[in-house]
């Protein structure tokens, strides 16, 4: 691990599972018009090939984590679930009456939030009503995000039998001092628990979330935390960067100092101790943050370069329309993205009228659509291609940029291809970067992005 060179790059930037990242989509938004046009452009190119993806965002949480950059409802009360079900419900209609056909749908996921803080039944109803106007693509996968502390063998069972065989648990930390300080307590036997009863049910692809760089996070703490976590042998492991931005995410994130973080070369060799101990568990490095067992889809995925990055991440699938539902959910038709009304109020109030509760947008220009996608096969396959539409000046300018990193050894270039090599591989977001026009052409004024190591 080379301090200077952590210490050279670790500076603000995007995580990309965008481009443009949403701070650079046009001021002036899109048009629903437009929006609209776009998804029925994607869905006549893609529903009979591929299908298309649904995001599902379940906003409420019954305790805040004090870590957690979601938009999310804080509430103990219950009853928010069916009007909130019947609203997601009423805005996939306007979407199925806006493509007319029935769409196949090749992924599911339930974000949030706490998709399980809704009942097994609730649960129940809100995909039965998904269905009662789609069929499922032949290489149909429904994924879900879990509280260990929210989730019971009901609600498992049930998501089991509605099709899903793949889930993912928001551990963070095993470290009762961190645990405290998140506000995020929760015991390794439940979450041991929770982890057998889904193999015993059936499910084959089983994820454990983990965070480095939280506060009063220690080696010896992230040794212990890591070694409870493959003690379970999770199919997938995301090891995520803390991102401490409290200046956007308020109240949450400012339960504890920053001089409580781990700093730079420190929280950098958090992620490298971590990334260590997965290899020496026989999970191999997936993109960015990401490992899994060589028996996963997600590891097939790289394998056959078919990995895929969005706005819920790394996933072993794409499709040119993802529709996000729910509020603040974010749809991408591949050539416009659209981003739902950030508060239940206002979301539920637009769904009522008839209206996709969209409030903000980005089509993407001819040039938006080239940077898309050599900043994705960075982000997935770690090179690009040349020739993927760049002309010779941006080609040019991209290079000089890049310099410095052929430089420090981080990339090779041929004439037809640049390669992110092992060592600039921590480096990718700062690679990117150097393809990102919109933050290059409109450097921000103050600071928008975490650190990106």
């Known amino acids: 691990m080379n301090k200077e060179l952590i210490q050279k790059y670790n500076i603000p930037g995007p995580r990309y599972t965008s481009y443009p990242t949403v701070p650079f989509w046009d001021k002036e938004g899109i048009a629903v018009a437009d929006w609209k046009q776009t998804t029925i452009r994607a869905f006549n190119e893609s529903n009979e090939k591929e299908g298309i993806t ?25 009853s928010v679930e069916t009007p909130y079900m019947e609203t997601v419900l009423k805005e996939w209609d306007l979407y199925c009456d806006l493509i007319k056909e029935r769409p196949k749908i090749r992924e599911i996921h339930l974000g949030g939030g706490t998709p399980t803080f809704f009942s097994a039944n609730n649960l129940k109803k809100l995909i039965d009503g998904i269905f009662q106007r789609a069929d499922k693509f032949e290489d149909f996968e429904f994924s879900y995000e879990a509280h260990p502390n929210h989730t019971s063998e009901e609600q498992l069972q049930m998501l089991y039998d509605l099709g899903s065989r793949r ?12 645990q405290k300080a998140i506000n995020r307590v929760q015991s390794f036997e439940q979450i041991e628990k929770i982890h057998e009863l889904s193999k015993k049910i059936g499910y084959t692809s089983i994820s454990h979330d983990l965070v480095f760089g939280l506060p009063f996070q220690t080696e010896e703490s ?9 003690a379970l042998k999770p199919d997938r492991i995301a090891y995520y960067s803390y991102a401490h931005v409290p200046w956007i995410k308020g109240v949450g994130q400012r339960g504890y100092d920053e001089n409580d973080l781990p700093k730079d070369k420190e929280k950098r060799h958090l992620y490298e101790l971590g990334k260590q101990l997965f290899f020496d ?28 990055r969005n706005f819920m991440g790394y996933t072993a699938g794409k499709t040119e329309l993802m529709i996000g539902l729910g509020m603040s959910s974010i749809s991408d038709s591949w050539y416009a993205f659209a981003q739902n009304e950030k508060s239940v109020e206002a979301y539920t109030d637009k769904v009522n009228e008839g209206l996709i509760p969209i409030f903000r947008g980005h089509l993407l220009s001819t040039n938006d659509l080239i940077i898309r996608k050599h900043i994705l096969n960075l982000m997935c396959n770690l090179e690009t291609e040349w020739n993927l539409g760049l002309d010779q000046k941006t080609k040019n300018e991209i290079l000089n940029r890049l310099q410095e990193m052929f430089d420090d050894g981080l990339v090779q270039s041929s004439e037809n291809k640049l390669i992110v090599k092992e060592k600039g591989r921590m480096f990718v977001r700062n690679i990117c970067m150097a393809f990102d026009l919109k933050l290059i052409n409109n450097k921000p ?9």
């Not at 889930?167 to 961190?178: A, H, K, R, T």
């Not at 568990?281 to 895929?308: C, R, T």
């Not at 004024?445 to 190591?453: A, L, N």
């Open 54 to 78: 649904l995001y599902i965002h379940l906003p409420f949480c019954e305790n805040l984590c004090t870590f957690c950059a979601c938009h999310k409802r804080i509430t103990k009360r219950h």
């Open 167 to 178: 889930n993912s648990f928001g551990i963070q930390d095993y470290d009762p001092i961190v």
């Open 222 to 230: 992230i040794r212990n935390t890591i070694k409870n976590t493959i």
């Open 281 to 308: 568990a026989g999970y191999v490095e997936i993109g960015m943050d990401h490992f899994a067992l060589p028996s996963d889809s997600l590891y097939k995925a790289m394998d056959n370069k078919h990995l895929h």
């Open 445 to 453: 004024e103050t600071r928008i992005f975490s650190m990106t190591i």
